[in-house]
């Protein structure tokens, strides 16, 4: 999206920054609080400068919790094989390997 | 959806996806056995992927039990197709699109809609973000604590935590996402947004009211 599709950043309203927030972080690199267009309205407007904020510290961490994993229970790999083993007739095109 | 059409096709590398997704000592080798076969490199591309795998089936679905059968379909599926992956995405990349299109048709099969649901798109009052943008709040300012971030994640609408998790935990971008999703970009874009509206909301609660009954089921 180009400028030509925001509104004035001069004359936004915290009304028209909601509207175009989604797009805003959409754009460039997601974080909407470093947009040089935006400064001087995130300046005036503590309550918008205190949304993004959040926004993007909830988006910050959660490419955390990409490394954050859990283990599935021993029961999955028993499935697998049994599946392997005994494929259902759904599974006619399964490549069965030799000795699973 | 044809999940096989999506699941096998190789698009582009994505960079953010690939980036995260770097490869792995051994499993170059380990997957051309594969495709010969070979039960023990099987056995070990299970044991490489089966964390990610089956925290995105629980994230995606927040139940352990359908995460765990979602796991072993996504595996069957890997080592039934494993013969068209050519190699021009990683592999993790490749096996993470097959999964999140096995729990998308899961999910479709059991009746939810995703993102044109009524509920998704339209969520309930209660489920929707407030409208509260005006009012400051410095609890968050600054840092979100990651295990209140998952529990928060857990309890959202189906539909928002799908496409946050694609998003922002997964890494997918949104035309990707409004592909699997069968939405456009812009409602992946609008979803993304009421869904960090709504974790914003969660995460300013106190700890009882973000914990959803039977969160230490789901949590990761």
Known sequence: MTDSNFPDFDTMTPADFEQYLPEFFANGDGHVSTDPRLQKFLKNNPDCAALVRDLEA??????????????????????????????????DDLSIPQTV | MDVQGLQMTQNTPTPG??????PIAGEAEAIEAAKNGDAEAFSKLYALHKRRVYTLCLRMLGNVSEAEDMTQE???????????????????????????????MHLRKKG?????????????????????????????TGSVDRVALERAVASLPPGYRMVFVLHDVEG????????????STGNS???LHKARLKLRELLRQPE????????????V
Do not use: Y
């Not at chain 1, 959660?62 to 049994?82: C, H, K, M, N, Y």
């Not at chain 2, 080592?79 to 592999?91: M, P, V, W, Y």
């Not at chain 2, 809609?113 to 929707?128: G, K, Q, Y």
């Open chain 1, 58 to 91: 909830i988006a910050d961490q959660a490419r955390s919790l990409f490394e954050l994993t859990e283990q599935p229970s021993d029961a999955v790999w028993t499935g697998i094989q049994d599946k392997l083993r005994h494929p259902a007739p759904e599974d």
């Open chain 2, 74 to 104: 996504a595996f069957l599926h890997l080592f039934r197709k494993i013969g068209s992956f050519r190699g021009e995405s990683a592999f993790s990349t490749w096996l993470h699109r097959l999964t999140v299109n096995l729990v998308l």
């Open chain 2, 172 to 183: 997918f971008e949104h035309n990707e996402i409004a592909t699997m999703l069968e939405c």
């Open chain 2, 208 to 219: 009882q009211s973000s914990q959803p009954a039977g969160f230490n089921e789901v949590a």
């Open chain 2, 112 to 140: 939810l809609n995703l993102v044109s649901l009524e509920e998704t798109i339209n969520p309930s009052e209660d489920d929707a973000p407030k409208r509260d943008f005006g009012s400051r709040d410095l609890q968050l």
């Open chain 2, 189 to 191: 874009k609008s979803q």
């Open chain 2, 17 to 22: 996806v690939f980036k995260r997704n770097p």
